[in-house]
């Protein structure tokens, strides 16, 4: 068993208890945490949060949540550390962030290279859902399904400014139920879960569907998409990125063939729930994390502390100059600790 911190998402939470491990979750987006966090952290306060608690780990997860770093100075802390990077593609201060680890996970697979490059032990690691479903038979699959599209996320993100557009245009052209909030209960109804991405990623929406059920129809081919899933088999064929014509054509394809696509959901559904649950993820992650363990792996990051604090230090400038006015308590506190780690 080991003592495991889970800072920022807590998804894995559940699955690494089920495992036998004894998990501490720290975060802010969303409810449920074992320690809510209101602000970011410096290293010191992060550590007696932890003694508060009599919690002393064996491994700490910075699974990523869309957020800003919870911590500062997680790079001086003595155990192994894990990054978990999931939104690269909008966080380009993760790359350098990564040197407070010793091991960075990368959700989205033509971004491995970017960590690589840079001198990080980092390899991919796909995302991950729970099945919410039980077997059926295609007959079965049609009966409890009467939505033939849906779509449920964040319908005006501001990292995809034309999510709504698609969406309108899509709807203009084929029927599409569009909601925010829960997805399970609507991706179990519904035959087509429809995909937009902010940059062609395998987001957590492409599993969720098939955990769901429900046959994927995703907008790209990049980050892995051909390496996990078979077009055809176990989901269809991706369309072209933002043109809402050719995905209500191939929607409205698939839909006229209802057995074809029910096999087809089906066995993306049996995928899901055969490589791509949050168990299957948990389990690799302590395979991962055995050897750092073993190795006190650590110990290599503490021995050339100064020189990781000023990496890591590139990242904090680098979100402070991303951040606007209307941040600019959080903008100073980021600032102030790139330049302390060159005091």
Known sequence: MMHIVLLGSAALAPALRGLGHR???????????????????????????LADRSFKPDLLVLADEGNVPLVVGLECLPW????????????????????????????????????????????????FCRVTVSAQSPEEWLAARDIPVAFVGTLNPANIPDRQSFLNAFRALHPLVCLQGDFVPVFQRARIVLNQTAAGEVNYRCLESMGCGAALLHDSREHGFTELFVEGVNVLPPYLRLRAETAAASAREALARPYELAELALAGRELAAARHTDEARARELCTLAEPLLGSRAHEA???????????????????????????????????????QAYG
Not at 27 to 45: K, N, Q, V, W, Y
Not at 89 to 101: D, Y
């Open 23 to 49: 998990v501490l979750t720290l975060g802010c987006m969303g409810e449920g945490f074992d320690i809510p966090l209101r602000h970011p952290l410096s290293a010191a306060t992060f550590r007696s949060l």
């Open 80 to 127: 192994p550390q894990i990054f978990f990077s999931i939104d690269t593609f909008c966080n380009p201060w993760h790359v350098p962030f990564a040197h407070a680890f010793e091991l960075a996970l990368v959700a989205q697979r033509d971004f491995v290279p970017l960590f690589v490059d840079e001198g990080h032990a980092a390899r991919w690691f796909p995302l």
């Open 301 to 339: 990051r503490l021995a050339t502390l100064p020189r990781r604090r000023r990496l890591v230090s590139s990242a904090y400038g680098t979100l402070a100059a991303e951040l606007p006015d209307s941040l600019a308590p959080l903008r100073d506190f980021y600032r102030d600790a790139a330049v």
